[in-house]
């Protein structure tokens, strides 16, 4: 096994100090938000009834590579991070592949997820402003789990708007939001004009975050000294999940660890830019020749069937207009998907680098994700997120190809998170219910047809 352990595991004053913004050595910056009445950049003045003053400062930051963390948000880390670099031996031997695999791994924490990260700087910033509560919108779970236990962390009030489908396959997470005191809606409800438009036009609907987006942001903008806050997607999201990939770069130096191909799930984009953010960093530097995979599911394939584009980020059509690889703010994702990853768009920070050829992007059928999280869990021994799995099944493939080729590579991919949450996914695949969906050009203009027609 030679010199490099199972576990990876940094020292607590490794934890890092800053976070690092992408945006500042981009070559090309991505577009700016539009204002959707004036098509016009938005300002921070326009972003700061909806949003945290300094996540919009942050949002707006071209220029520093490095931003300082807050000493507050470096102590609530230490409760989880640094999180273990693993070497997964048991895998490789199960491949019978010569590639060397490693994982990031970020379920340690009682959420399950990397959406702590950001969930915890995001709080304290509204702490910071004197906000009294917050509203969300959660797919999956794992970010409502996240926020609610930040919420309680600071003692502020939380709404969350989770995903129909989502609470009704996964009440046990729903129940862990409740249990650190978040108050959960499912979506789209009646509890907002949003919401009952959006039954109205599609009565029986499972949601789709783009709905619970929409409740939220109504809910922020109509309550006193309330503020909403995002999961993924956002630059600001980005920005702090950078520990991720700051952590795992200290850790392959430290081990002599030189990366071949990196991947990582792609939903809005916030774990996979938080992974790859200091490496692609020195690749637009010239530093490295990295292959970047990013991965998403055959039924929302918004990087690989989408349409770079001006849309909005919620279904409700209340954001400002964001540049991004986009399925259209109307896209609905099958409720057969059990995978998570359910956002019509992508980061547009990850949008723009995907545009000018900084990575590469696949996707696939949810089928062969629990296929591969099930061979993971199996030799690993831990039970991996369906997001995650996005990322396993793209990293055995890349491992089977050095099977075939003899050559030996290094892969190192994100694990998001655990699936101890998913139960209902995993027993659907194990009793071979589950079904996949990939959505016709047809299925896909219904999303276009959405997009705002603007002009550049």
């Excluded at 326009?46 to 300094?54: A, G, N």
């Excluded at 794992?142 to 995903?163: E, F, H, K």
Aim: aromatic letters at 10%; proline letters at 6%.
């Amino acid at each position: 096994m030679g010199n490099i352990p199972y576990k990876i595991i940094l020292s607590e004053d490794e934890i890092p100090k800053y976070w690092y913004n992408m945006k500042a050595v981009m070559k090309e910056k991505p577009d700016p938000f539009l204002h959707p009445g004036t098509l016009k950049p938005c300002t921070a003045d326009d972003l700061k009834p909806v949003f945290c003053s300094d996540l919009v400062d942050q949002e707006l930051n071209q220029t520093d590579e490095h931003i300082e963390i807050p000493e507050e948000v470096r102590g609530f880390y230490k409760m989880y991070r640094p999180s273990p670099l693993v070497r997964a031996y048991c895998l490789e031997k199960a491949l019978g592949t010569p590639a060397e695999i490693y994982y990031k791994f970020e379920g340690t924490n009682t959420s399950g997820s990397h959406k702590l990260n950001s969930a915890a700087a995001q709080v304290y910033y509204a702490k910071k402003q004197g906000l009294t509560s917050l509203t969300t919108e959660t797919g999956a779970g794992q970010w409502g789990t996240a926020l609610s236990m930040a919420c309680a962390y600071y003692n502020i009030p939380l709404t969350v708007y989770m995903v129909k489908i989502s609470s009704e396959q996964k009440p046990y997470r729903k129940a862990v939001i409740e249990t650190y005191g978040g108050k959960v809606i499912p979506s789209p409800s009646t509890t907002t004009e949003i919401g009952k438009k959006i039954l109205a036009e599609n009565p029986g609907t499972g949601g789709s975050l783009g709905c619970a987006i929409s409740e939220a942001i109504e809910v922020a903008l109509k309550t006193d000294n309330c503020r909403y806050v995002l999961g993924s997607v956002l630059d600001h999201v980005l920005l702090h999940q950078s520990v991720i990939g700051i952590e795992t770069k200290v850790a392959c130096e430290k081990y002599d660890i030189n990366p071949d191909i990196i991947i990582g799930c792609v939903g809005g984009g916030s774990n996979f830019g938080g992974l790859i953010a200091p490496f692609m960093g020195d690749k637009i530097k010239g530093k490295n020749n990295i292959r970047f995979i990013g991965v998403e599911p055959a039924s929302c394939p918004s990087l690989t069937r989408g349409k770079y584009a001006y849309d909005f980020g919620d279904t409700g059509k209340t954001t400002p207009l964001m540049r991004m690889y986009t399925l259209g703010s109307g896209f609905m994702p099958s409720p057969n998907h059990a995978g998570g990853l359910r956002y019509h768009g992508a980061s547009a920070v990850v949008s723009k680098l995907y545009h000018d050829g900084y990575f590469e992007a696949c996707s696939v059928e949810q089928s062969k994700v629990f296929e591969a999280a099930t061979l993971f869990a199996r030799c690993e021994g831990t039970l991996p997120a369906p997001e995650s799995s996005h990322a396993i099944r793209t990293a055995i493939d890349e491992a089977l190809k050095c099977k075939e080729s003899g050559e030996k590579k290094t892969i190192l991919f994100g694990l998001t998170g655990t699936g101890y949450f998913d139960m209902s996914a995993y027993m659907s695949y194990n009793s071979g219910t589950m079904t996949d969906y990939i959505p016709t050009d047809e299925d896909l203009e219904k999303g276009f047809s959405t997009i705002p027609n603007i002009s550049l």
